[in-house]
């Protein structure tokens, strides 16, 4: 699904989340040199607990989660969508400076930092946009037939998850199921010792969980308890995991 950038910004414009072009100009031109002899600070922990997030590192850990889930979890189309206006000033900013005759090398050089940043978020998105994409399709029928998990789509998702379905099943019945038994030409049908046809997701998969706080002991499939504490991994069913992902208290790694 390749994305068109000046669509890809327009369509999803969102009044109130500008930045101010102006500022962004003066903070990029005043950016101080790096000094050779200045002391490199520590890196910061993997997880500050006196620092808020920010919507980048956000929108990091619902794609990772995304990604790594068997099942399709709620879409962050907020949290998208501002990030979305933000690029898209800022990359208005940047074309604005490089065609600006006044820039130094220096400037120009500060631009291309902040070009390949901006292309870096945009990948992302790309990247949790078709990911989320390919659950929608596999899932489509699946998704039709569970009220709870159109809850977690956008009505775009949900519509196309309709068509996706509609054709899959026309296609299904033009190909195969018309020459079967009348008793035999759905797709619903569950007879017994035979799996369902319609594809669920698997959330008895295995997956890594990062816990981002203490988090309250999980019971896992043979009776044991799970205490998951700050910043260890563990390996568990996702089904064991859902509830405190839904929560934010651990992420997928």
């Known amino acids: 699904m390749d994305i068109d950038d000046d669509d890809f910004f327009t369509n999803l414009d969102r009044p109130g989340r500008a930045a101010n072009n102006n500022a962004f100009q003066e903070r990029l031109r005043q950016t101080s040199r790096d000094d050779d002899g200045a002391e490199i600070p520590d890196a910061p922990p993997f997880i500050l607990e006196e620092e808020e997030e920010t919507p980048l590192q956000q929108l990091i850990r619902h794609w990772m989660n995304e990604r790594h889930s068997p099942d399709i979890l709620?879409?962050?189309?907020?949290?998208?969508?501002?990030?979305?206006?933000?690029?898209?000033?800022?990359?208005?900013?940047?074309?604005?400076?490089?065609?600006?005759?006044?820039?130094?090398?220096?400037?120009?050089?500060?631009?291309?930092?902040?070009?390949?940043?901006?292309?870096?978020?945009?990948?992302?998105?790309?990247?949790?946009?078709?990911?989320?994409?390919?659950?929608i399709e596999k899932f489509a029928r699946y998704i039709m037939t569970n009220p709870e998990v159109q809850q977690r789509l956008s009505e775009s998702?949900?519509?196309?998850?309709?068509?996706?379905?509609?054709?899959?099943?026309?296609?299904?019945?033009?190909?195969?199921?018309?020459?079967?038994?009348?008793?035999?030409?759905?797709?619903?049908?569950?007879?017994?010792?035979?799996?369902?046809?319609?594809?669920?997701?698997d959330k008895a998969r295995a997956v890594f969980v990062l816990a981002r706080q203490d988090?309250?002991?999980?019971?896992?499939?043979?009776?044991?308890a799970l205490e998951m504490r700050k910043g260890h991994i563990s390996l568990t069913p996702y089904s064991v995991v859902e509830q405190l992902i839904a929560r934010g208290e651990v992420e997928l790694v």
């Open 157 to 201: 998702e949900v519509e196309h998850a309709r068509r996706f379905a509609r054709l899959t099943d026309q296609h299904f019945y033009h190909s195969v199921l018309q020459s079967l038994p009348e008793t035999q030409q759905t797709l619903d049908d569950q007879p017994p010792f035979v799996p369902s046809m319609v594809t669920e997701p």
């Open 74 to 135: 709620p879409n962050e189309g907020e949290l998208l969508a501002g990030l979305l206006d933000h690029i898209r000033s800022q990359s208005e900013t940047v074309q604005l400076l490089r065609t600006d005759p006044t820039s130094s090398e220096e400037e120009h050089f500060r631009i291309m930092l902040v070009q390949t940043e901006v292309e870096r978020v945009k990948f992302i998105v790309r990247s949790y946009l078709r990911t989320r994409l390919f659950k």
């Open 215 to 224: 988090c309250p002991p999980v019971r896992l499939p043979d009776g044991s």
